[in-house]
């Protein structure tokens, strides 16, 4: 079982608020991602890092931000939530190493299903 | 443009029976494809990974199959299971990528009746 965490499970929240999305994991992982992904669709990367203070967007543009400042946390911020920001976000992690030809996996977190009004 | 292509979209049958899953990808060069089982309201789970040399592999009930040169996979679940309802993930990863930069299927919806 893989030890990342996201907070909250569920949210629901009015049109122009400010919202923090947090995402934990204690494997001591380099590399984290986020995800987002509406039902029915695949996942889109939105943002990932390689390390500390190291933070990329990724393919599916996205009006969010995140920040990185300890290994072990990688938390997504909208500044002023809209209804077309209402999605299902996952976080992952992966120790990013090799073995052979296989980057290790990336472990994903339960996600944070958002609705905002 | 690299893709990944799964079907059914969608699949219902009962419990005890078998079935396969279908996977086509663009994706190159091509590392490693794996199969993820994500439960309704939760992230995906691994259940195989198999590289460019590897033609099937097994996790219990579960065996997937690669054909490197017609890039396709399947997943088999044998005697299905209540517990097996769930969206069965592509994902395909290339062998450029220092990121391990994933390219997702849709998913197949896999619905086991009693």
């Known amino acids: 079982e893989a030890d990342i965490y996201q907070t909250p499970r569920y949210l629901v929240i009015g049109t122009g608020k400010k919202i923090t999305l947090e995402c934990s994991q204690t494997?001591?992982?380099?590399?984290m991602y986020w995800y987002q992904q509406d039902p029915g669709m695949e996942l889109h990367l939105i943002h990932y890092s390689y390390g500390v203070n190291s933070t990329e967007k990724g393919d599916l543009s996205s009006e969010s931000t995140v920040s990185r400042i300890r290994t072990e946390h990688f938390p997504l911020t909208l500044e002023s939530a809209r209804p077309s920001h209402t999605s299902q976000y996952l976080c992952?992690?992966?120790?990013?190493?090799?073995?052979?030809?296989?980057?290790?996996?990336?472990?994903f977190g339960p996600g944070t299903r958002l609705t905002v009004l | 443009k690299n893709q990944v292509e799964q079907s059914p979209q969608s699949l219902i049958i009962l419990e005890g029976k078998n079935c396969t899953l279908q996977?086509?990808?663009?994706?190159?060069?091509?590392?490693?494809l794996r199969w993820y089982k994500q439960d309704t309201g939760r992230g995906p789970v691994s259940l195989t990974i198999?590289?460019?040399?590897?033609n099937t592999k097994s996790n219990g009930r579960y065996t997937a199959t690669l054909d490197a040169d017609t890039k396709q996979s399947s997943l088999h679940i044998t005697a299905s299971q209540l517990s097996d309802s769930a969206s069965y993930i592509c994902?395909?990863?290339?062998?450029?990528?220092?990121?391990?930069?994933?390219?997702f299927g849709r998913g197949t919806q896999l619905t086991v009746w009693p």
């Open positions: 494997m001591g992982h380099d590399k």
């Open positions: 996977c086509n990808y663009t994706v190159s060069p091509f590392s490693n």
């Open positions: 994902v395909v990863s290339d062998r450029g990528s220092t990121l391990g930069r994933l390219y």
């Open positions: 992952a992690s992966s120790d990013g190493k090799a073995s052979g030809r296989i980057l290790h996996e990336q472990f």
């Open positions: 198999m590289t460019f040399s590897e």
